[in-house]
């Protein structure tokens, strides 16, 4: 008994219809592709932004408790009560003594601590030690990396703006603190502190 001729596929059709699977699996490949590199850009994005608020939280708090008190280092050296550089000259950003310190396992220790925010290698951390006087034990906490550059200006109580807080009276705060971080890609970042209870 003979088979049909219209049976069956030929082997043109064939081709076209592989062609056009190929097309459609391909497409299909790249969307996909495409979402996962969205979803992993869109997490390390909220990731970063999480991490800068936590920054900034972290600083906001510590600069509305800076106290007008002076330290000294592990050498004997009188460190300034609050040290405001630049962000382009020194590493060390900012130093100043905090209070408000919880001690939640009843350890004999003072509430206060000095702290030095420091940029290195482009690496903006605060590190905090345990005592506001000597070369304590520290703890180091990253707040921002890929850091390219960071400008700081310092209010006083006159509503004036410097580059530095350096004024004679080293016992003294400002009123305000401005940061600005600049990251990679040049995005910038502009952070506004309150300075210590000196100027409420």
């Known amino acids: 008994m003979k088979q049909s001729a219209e049976s069956g596929f030929t082997l043109i059709e064939m081709m076209v219809a592989l062609v056009i699977f190929a097309m459609i699996a391909a497409a299909g490949v790249a969307l996909l592709s495409f979402s996962i590199r969205a979803q992993a850009s869109t997490a390390a994005q909220l990731d970063e932004v999480a991490g800068l608020r936590r920054s900034s939280v ?3 708090n510590d600069l509305a408790q800076s106290l007008p008190r002076v330290a000294r280092g592990g050498d004997g050296a009188v460190l300034r ?12 950003v900012l130093g100043y003594v905090r209070g408000g310190r919880t001690n939640p ?5 003072s509430a206060m601590q000095r702290v030095d925010v420091t940029l290195n290698k482009g690496r903006l951390e605060r590190r905090a ?19 390219a550059s960071v400008s700081m200006r310092y209010r006083d109580k006159r509503g004036d703006w410097r580059g ?7 016992a003294s705060l400002p009123a305000a603190v401005e940061m600005t971080i600049m990251r990679a890609r ?3 970042l502009t952070l506004a502190f309150v300075g210590g209870p000196q100027y409420p």
Do not use: E, K, M
Request: hydrophobic share 35%.
């Open 58 to 60: 972290l600083l906001a």
């Open 186 to 188: 040049n995005r910038s």
């Open 81 to 92: 009560a609050f040290t405001g550089n630049d962000g382009h000259s020194d590493p060390l």
């Open 164 to 170: 530095r807080w350096d004024n004679s009276d080293i």
């Open 129 to 147: 030690y345990a005592a506001p006087d000597g070369d304590s034990a520290s703890t180091t906490i990253l707040l921002a990396d890929n850091v």
């Open 105 to 109: 396992d009843n350890q004999p220790r």
